[in-house]
């Protein structure tokens, strides 16, 4: 398998739906969102922590999806629910893991989750191979997708051992970009909307734990920048947001991935930049880079009004049925 250096693909915008903004804000707030019975399972860390995953049960003996979501996301995320909707109907087999504190319920330790968090999804996906007998896929969304992006890079061929194919989308591969991208102009919309719950989250882990960080700054902090610096980045062991930003992007390991994997990051991303998106020779040649000319951030509404969120699953699995 060869890299290519950004194809467009498939995915063509509608034209009821025109740029990034209104892709992503579509996508997440307004489209319509299949209906999924989730089974749920509780599982102990290996630091006494938890974390949830929600199963979708199908044929036994049929591939395993896992989907690791983006950044305060959960199982009801608009890109699981068709993902795993998708999943269901091929009659295979689907798993969204929680990172911590993103099920619905706050986690045990100081500690959370962040967007470098590899160990993480090692040991998760190391315990979905023990249930898979036959195939098993690794998807990860935004926050989801540069994590998985970098165990991939990190592991290596050992990789190869553990899951069949994975899939990236709209990953935030150079965190200081994004970063730096969303703490200005109308992308503060966004900021403000996952300040909202990392907010809540922080105070209520303040009051398990006091002394972790100080509480008015918390409530004070406007940019992602300023949180990662006071909750982020101290919690997780980096010096300061620079310091985790740097530590936990994925694209300086994208050479080192052998497992096929395919990356596709819409050009009208308002997360991350263009400048930002890795080229053929920054990825290795087993990983398959698609840039749409639009769809946002995790986007991708296809179809007429009001639209669908088919496209994004459906490219995925086809990507997973080439094996």
Known sequence: MTASAGNTGTYVAPRWLPGGHAQTIYAALLAHRPHVSYRRERWDTPDGDFIDVDFVDGARAGPLVALFHGLEGNARSHYALSLMHAVRD?????????????????????????????????????????????ELFAVGVSLGGNALLKWLGETGASACEIVDRAAAVSAPVELAATGNTLDHGFNLIYVRHFLASMKRKAL??????????????????????????LVTAPLHGFEDADDYWQSASSKPLLRRIVLPTLMINALDDPFLPRHALPQAHEVSPHVVLEYPLAGGHAGFVSGRFPGKLDWLPQRILMFFEEI
């Open 204 to 229: 209520a882990k303040l009051a398990r734990y006091p002394g972790l960080y100080d509480a008015a700054q918390v409530r004070a902090a406007r940019t992602l920048r300023e949180f990662d610096n």
């Open 90 to 134: 091929r009659g295979w087999r689907g798993a969204v893991v929680h990172f911590r504190s993103c099920s619905g319920e706050l986690n045990r330790l100081p500690r959370a989750y962040h967007s470098g968090d590899s160990a993480e999804i090692d040991w998760t996906l190391r315990r979905l191979r023990q249930i898979a007998p036959a």
